[in-house]
């Protein structure tokens, strides 16, 4: 029985792949054609062409084999491949209105939940007011404090914080559900109304699991900053500015879906800020100990301007040029997402002469961007903190590292200037070198990239020390 089963259900796979294949087909008008890419075989399309390890390196090859847009078609589904900042340029801003959506995945939307965070939906008017609430917030604020502390007004604990880690499994989550192919389902929508007990569906039960975990990432904390609001604690933060500004403590009537919208983009500044900063917190890391060079005229630089006793603060930026373009080459070097968070066409459109559907999913290959000559000098591949001084360099956080167009991340500057304190600070304090072994040897560092939809250091080992007695006393002083 269980052999019958299984074989209806693959019957019934096989028939609804060939339908969605067939449906997806559309043919160019007359005298038009997709992009150049590689070319499709009968019935899967390209699905064979698809990277599931080391991407980056798949996608550099086919813009340097294709050009600036490269299509395929995997399964039915257009994707589109934006390789210079010229065609990026075009598509998402000055073609805005068509390339701003979001494509909407059973996966990571209807399984796991994620529709509620503004960086995954669809461009309209929902997406616009958690737009505004996060924008008109970052501009008033200065970046002083962690990402939790700010927005929820909570502390962390420094060992085993249900808050961080609850988070970290969220970041598991996004990392494989946000790889395009990962998971069938995405391609045969119908799949997500099978049983956990069904043959294949594995799927279900992870997605029920994040589920849980993105549900409470979102909720709890945003629930504890209420509270503290509602015993009246005059602690600010994002939340309670937000929630006094509806003056819900008040005797007003409340506006659900305002508060949605607070609850919303704060679990997505939560989120984005906290990952942002520990993924290039890593990168940097890494070209520390690969650069001593770089970390010895950065602690000078320091050193020269700050003298002894005290941490650089958001204050100091303009006097510490060398630390500045540390931050912007960590950006530029190791961009946390390869191809970014995707777009989606709102309609079809016709670019140089080729025709893109309605539906295209369409990314921005951002390593591309970031390691091209022409924009950021030779040796791309290099860690070159120096190449930012040059006045052609353009600058990556404008060049595709916080996104494109209308769905670049508003929080940009908080974000850069989180990692401007953290890297000074680091740097200030600490030398960072090579892995030790028992003996107190050194021994060169061993680490790789992951893969997916993130692009940062596997876990690596390194030697973290005080730069001398007086940073360990700079570091007393601050924890107490």
Known sequence: ??????????????????????????????????????????????????????????????AQKYGELVHINVLGKHMLFVNSWRMAYELFDKRSSIYSDRPTTPMMHDLMGFGWAFVFQPYGE?????????????????????????????????????????????????AEAGIPGRFLVDT??????????????????????WRQAISDMVDLPFEAARAKLEAG??????VTKLLEDLSLHKSDPINEDEVTVIKNTAGTMFLGGADTTVSAMRAFLLAMVLHPEVQRKAQKELDDFLGPGRLPEIEDMDQLPY??????????????????????????????GYYIPKGTIVFGNIVELLHNEEHFGPDTDKFIPERHFHPDVRDPATTGAFGFGRRACPGNTMAFNSLFIVFASILKVFNISNPRDENGKEFPVEYDWTSG???????????????????????LYQNN
Request: hydrophobic letters at 40%.
């Open 1 to 62: 029985m269980a052999v019958f089963s299984q074989l209806i259900a693959f019957g019934c796979l096989l028939a609804a792949l060939y339908f969605k294949v067939f449906k997806g087909r559309r043919i160019p008008p007359r005298g038009l054609k997709f992009p150049p890419g590689p070319s499709p075989k009968p019935l899967i399309g390209n699905l064979l062409d698809f990277p599931m390890t080391r991407e980056w390196e798949t996608y550099h090859e086919w």
């Open 126 to 174: 929902w997406w616009r007011r958690h737009r505004k609430a996060m924008h008109d917030q970052f501009h008033r604020s200065v970046v002083r404090a962690i990402i939790m502390e700010m927005t929820y007004g909570i502390q962390v604990k420094p060992n085993h914080d249900p808050y961080v880690e609850n988070a970290e499994t969220v970041l598991v989550a996004i």
């Open 188 to 209: 045969l929508p119908f799949l997500k109304y099978v049983p956990e007990w069904f043959p294949g569906a594995g799927f279900k039960r992870k997605a029920r699991r």
């Open 233 to 238: 604690s005059t602690d600010a933060c994002f």
């Open 323 to 352: 630390i500045v373009a540390i931050a912007k080459e960590t950006l530029r070097w190791r961009p946390l997402a390869p191809l970014g968070v995707p777009h989606c066409t709102s309609q079809e459109d016709i670019v140089d």
């Open 453 to 475: 939809f993130f692009f940062v250091p596997t876990p690596f080992k390194c030697t973290i020390k005080p730069r001398s007695e007086e940073a360990e006393r700079l570091l």
